[in-house]
């Protein structure tokens, strides 16, 4: 079993949607959580932080539930520009160790 | 305000050769860490530099070395190239030591024949 998993997808959404994913992560010993973006063929770009108490950003809802070891990621009102690889990343702090999940894709449609 | 570099963008060699990728961090930032990521897979951290040591390290064998510099670029080097090792390699760079806030290059695409 792989230490951080998302689900591929693809996730293909009309324009104005929202659309949700998670990821689930093995090792409870995790201390931080962030969501990267990927556009096609281009580097990872960090998106948000995961806090424990939910975060939003615009249109983008970040959350962790501890108890049940994933994080999630909300994106409301979707727009074209939002199609791209949404990458789940774990640290572990104490043992400065990082693993990105393998990534979802998400594409709008018109 | 310069962002992450990386040189080559596209690298050709084949199996058993060596290849050195080269990285400047953003202005300002003191680290670096190199990733792998292969077709539809997440990045993999392979290690990661701080006053010029290697600080981190992750599950790659030996045949993956690095070196910072005194003014913090850095040097990814593989020898012995197996066709596994086709990748995007990436750079990532941040303040102090630190994994939580990095800023990725665009990558060195190598393709191992």
């Known amino acids: 079993r792989k230490e951080v998993e998302q689900d591929p997808g693809p996730f293909n959404v009309p324009e104005g949607a929202t659309v949700a994913f998670n990821c689930t992560y093995s090792?409870?010993?995790?201390?931080?959580f962030f969501w990267y973006r990927q556009d096609c063929r281009k580097e990872p770009k960090l998106l948000m932080s995961?806090?424990?108490s939910g975060n939003e950003d615009g249109r983008f809802t970040a959350q962790l539930n501890r108890a049940s070891q994933y994080i999630s990621l909300l994106i409301r009102d979707s727009k074209l520009s939002d199609s791209a690889t949404y990458l789940c990343v774990v640290l572990y702090s104490s043992a400065s160790k990082i693993i990105f999940g393998s990534g979802t894709r998400l594409s709008i449609r018109p | 305000d310069a962002g992450v570099t990386q040189s080559p963008t596209h690298l050709i060699k084949t199996r058993g050769q060596q290849v050195t990728l080269r990285c400047s961090p953003k202005s300002g930032h003191d680290t670096v860490s190199w990733y792998q990521q292969a077709l539809g897979q997440g990045p993999q951290f392979i290690f990661q530099y701080y006053e010029e040591e290697e600080r981190q390290r992750g599950n790659f064998p030996d045949r993956f070395s690095g070196h910072q510099f005194p003014n913090y670029s850095s040097e990814l080097n593989v020898n012995a190239l197996l066709l596994g090792d086709s990748a995007l390699y990436l750079c990532a760079s941040s303040l102090n030591g630190r994994m939580d806030e990095q800023f990725f290059g665009p990558g060195t695409r190598l393709t191992v024949l």
């Open positions: 995961v806090y424990s």
């Open positions: 090792n409870s010993a995790s201390q931080s």
